[in-house]
């Protein structure tokens, strides 16, 4: 009877051993590149859909407001009586919107009221909001004013009502360029638009206003920095921003806002 006699594992060779090493090495190099890779990829797509959706938030909320300067609770009184001149809407009786010219490429601001709806003694029927979620009631004495701007600071779309403190409304927002379609032949439509600082702007003839507003993706997406420069607006009202080293990630967003309740009284 033939017997087998079992050879005894004596451990690994100092050849085995660095091979198996290295080769754990590079595994270990190929896992922890796939990933910083998928980190990074999927930091770049939440960036960049954060900034789309603040982009279409911040011009929802700006259109939807600023559309609504002049509105009267009672259509059968005039802008002339309800809207009286104060210290902020200095241009005349009648005056609803008003605007600031950023210097150097700085962020403008505008200002704009409206009246609301509801019975006039400080029950709104909740048919109209200001920019801060509030109700704004029928009524002469119940108009509300409220003005947009940039916190330069923060990079954030602030609102402010009535004189109250400014209230962020949406983050990532650097810069925000506007100018205003001013109606010269009272057809109802801009005949040219003009920015807040022009000398003798009709505010009364403001019919729609143009607003750019640059974003960006609030936290760095990339080791790279972004070469692109850009424009907000165009012609001789552009603005134009250089292009930044911070890794952030930007886009222009644009509209033009009709005022509804100026073009029906031309």
């Not at 505008?110 to 509030?134: K, V």
């Not at 920095?225 to 080293?245: H, K, R």
Request: net charge negative.
């Amino acid at each position: 009877m033939k017997t087998f006699r079992f050879r005894h594992q004596l451990g690994l060779g100092l050849v085995e051993l660095m091979v198996a090493l290295v080769v754990s090495s590079l595994l270990l190099i190929g896992v922890t590149q796939i990933f910083v890779s998928s980190k990074m990829s999927y930091r770049t797509l939440d960036g960049y859909s954060r900034l789309q959706e603040n982009g279409r938030f911040a011009v929802e909320v700006l259109s939807k407001n600023i559309r609504l300067a002049g509105y009267r609770s009672d259509i059968l009184t005039n802008d002339a009586t309800e809207f009286l001149v104060d210290s902020v809407y200095t241009n005349n009786n009648g005056q609803v919107i008003v605007g600031t010219d950023g210097a150097s490429g700085s962020s403008d601001s505008i200002t704009f009221r409206y009246q609301g709806s509801g019975d006039g003694i400080g029950n709104p029927d909740g048919l109209i909001e200001d920019c801060l979620g509030g109700l704004v009631d029928a009524g002469t004495g119940n108009a509300v004013s409220m003005i947009f701007r940039i916190d330069e600071a923060n990079n954030e779309l602030e609102c402010r009502v009535d004189g109250g403190n400014f209230q962020p409304i949406v983050d990532g927002v650097e810069n925000m360029q506007i100018v205003y379609g001013i109606d010269n032949t009272g057809d109802g439509f801009a005949n040219q638009f003009l920015p807040a600082n022009t000398p003798g702007l009709a505010w009364g003839n403001v019919v729609s206003v143009r607003i750019a507003l640059l974003l960006n993706t609030v936290n760095r997406v990339s080791t790279q920095n972004d070469s692109q420069a850009y424009t907000l607006l165009s012609g001789a009202n552009a603005v134009n921003i250089a292009a930044a080293t911070d890794g952030l990630r930007r886009r222009r967003f644009m509209t033009t806002i009709n005022l509804r309740n100026r073009v029906r009284l031309l």
